[in-house]
């Protein structure tokens, strides 16, 4: 059994997508190439066969993997969650106690992470700094660039 990890029913809904994207259109899309390749004659000698072949061993692997991460994966039901401290899930406001900056996160698994949408990684240093502490609790959180002391603000689902 593959390692369990959990999602938010918006990041189950994108795996499932993803993979009926992969099953029902490219993986007809490659099929169909392998045949056009197949009609142009001799297969030993047939580039686009072969290069069709490849990309299809690969689409298969991408498939089989994705499976394996769904079967594996875990809706986390966020409602029954703590919200005294940060945990998965959470979204944390922090102030930046060098600068005076506030900045507002949300803690999500690896495979939902999106900065650009204040979604970081469970395992990304700031998140990793700021789970299992409270409202209030002053973090200090090492970044590329240094050590940087973080005041929690607020913590909310």
């Known amino acids: 059994m593959g390692k ?3 999602y938010t029913k ?4 994108k795996l499932h997508d993803e993979l009926e994207q992969l099953v029902k259109v490219e993986r007809p ?10 009609d142009k004659g001799d297969l030993s000698e047939n580039a686009e066969y072969h290069a069709a072949k490849e ?3 690969m689409l298969e692997l991408k498939i089989a993997k994705l499976q394996e991460v769904i079967h594996n994966a875990r809706i986390l039901d966020e ?3 703590d ?3 940060v945990l998965l ?6 102030k930046n106690l060098k600068n005076g900056s506030s900045m507002t996160y949300s803690i999500v698994p690896e495979q939902e992470a999106d ?4 979604k970081i990684s469970v395992t990304s240093p700031i998140a990793k700094g700021l789970l299992g502490k409270m409202v209030g609790d002053t973090v200090e959180i090492k970044v590329p660039a240094g050590v940087i002391p973080f005041e929690i603000v607020e913590i909310s689902r």
């Not at 918006?10 to 809904?13: H, L, P, T, V």
């Not at 899309?29 to 197949?38: F, G, V, Y």
């Not at 899930?89 to 922090?94: A, E």
């Not at 900065?115 to 204040?118: A, G, P």
Request: proline share 0%; charged share 25%; no cysteine.
């Open 10 to 13: 918006e990041g189950i809904k």
């Open 115 to 118: 900065l650009r949408n204040q």
């Open 83 to 85: 919200t005294s401290k």
């Open 55 to 57: 990309a299809q061993g």
């Open 79 to 81: 409602s029954k969650l």
């Open 29 to 38: 899309s490659i099929s169909k190439q392998i045949a056009e390749a197949r």
């Open 4 to 6: 369990v990890s959990y």
């Open 89 to 94: 899930f959470s979204t944390v406001k922090i």
